[in-house]
């Protein structure tokens, strides 16, 4: 059975779609929180895979929030072990800053609904080919990542540039949140400091409009999703029986 090791930072931020998705298929799990596990000290060895989630801190607040040494530190072992690893935003900015790209403040923050690209490596890429060549997806951020040396650059957006790498063959970073459903959005936007966030950025999308592109947008993205992430996973074992996906999980939450 394999077994899977999950980086989470705030509570607010789960695996969303992946968790029910990882757990038909009958992989094991191990959560180490951050915010509740500051000086946890998780090892690579035992696992077959390993997701980053994100979180509201950014990758130069390492001497604050000493974490994400740790969290680089085992990026770096699961690299070397040539494991199946998936950064989602601020985790795949780790992946990016871990192989020695720099990460930087983005033009303009994006949060809500943007059209993802994928370029032409992307559109044939095995997990990115799985979003097509054009696809709504949800993003909370204002940080972007560079293209790491000897990655492939798989989409964009755009108003960001560099959306999705893949590193090797088993490393990918995507900026945006392809986890979400309409409960967690709907969480995100009502929390007063996510809230805030979306004010101060003037992104052009408030919280109606961002609820009400969701209620367009969702299914889409959770079909895309589920074809991903079980690409995705497969990479890191195969399933223990096969998953049984109902319409009303691919639809609207």
Not at 37 to 66: F, H, K, S, W
Not at 69 to 87: F, M
Not at 110 to 122: H, K, M, R, V
Not at 241 to 251: K, N, Q, Y
Request: aromatic content about 8%; proline content about 5%; overall charge positive.
């Amino acid at each position: 059975m394999s077994r899977i090791l999950v980086f989470q930072h705030v509570a607010a931020e789960p695996l969303g779609t992946l968790d029910p998705l990882i757990r038909r298929r009958g992989h094991r799990m191990r959560f180490v929180n951050f915010e509740r596990q500051p000086d946890a000290q998780p090892c690579m060895d035992r696992y077959d895979g390993l997701i980053v989630l994100g979180g509201p801190m950014n990758v130069e607040e390492q001497a604050t929030r000493r974490h994400l040494r740790t969290e680089l530190g085992v990026i770096e072992q699961a690299l070397k072990q040539d494991k199946p690893i998936l950064g989602i935003c601020l985790g795949a900015q780790l992946l990016a800053h871990a192989l020695g790209a720099a990460v930087i403040r983005n033009r303009q923050p994006e949060i809500g609904w943007y059209e993802l690209e994928a370029n032409p490596l992307g559109r044939v890429d095995d997990l990115v080919s799985g979003l097509g060549s054009r696809s709504p997806v949800f993003q909370w951020h204002s940080r972007t990542f560079a293209i790491p040396h000897g990655a492939s650059h798989l989409a964009r957006t755009e108003t960001c540039e560099n959306q999705a790498f893949r590193y090797g063959r088993n490393a990918y970073g995507f900026q945006f949140h392809l986890e979400m459903d309409q409960a967690l959005i709907e969480r995100w936007v009502g929390l007063p400091r996510y809230h805030a966030e979306l004010v101060a950025a003037g992104a052009g999308q408030d919280a109606a409009s961002i609820l009400a592109q969701t209620r367009q947008a969702m299914a889409t993205m959770r079909a895309s999703a589920h074809t991903v992430f079980s690409r995705f996973l497969d990479r890191i074992g195969p399933a223990r029986r096969a998953p049984v996906v109902s319409m009303r999980e691919l639809a609207l939450a």
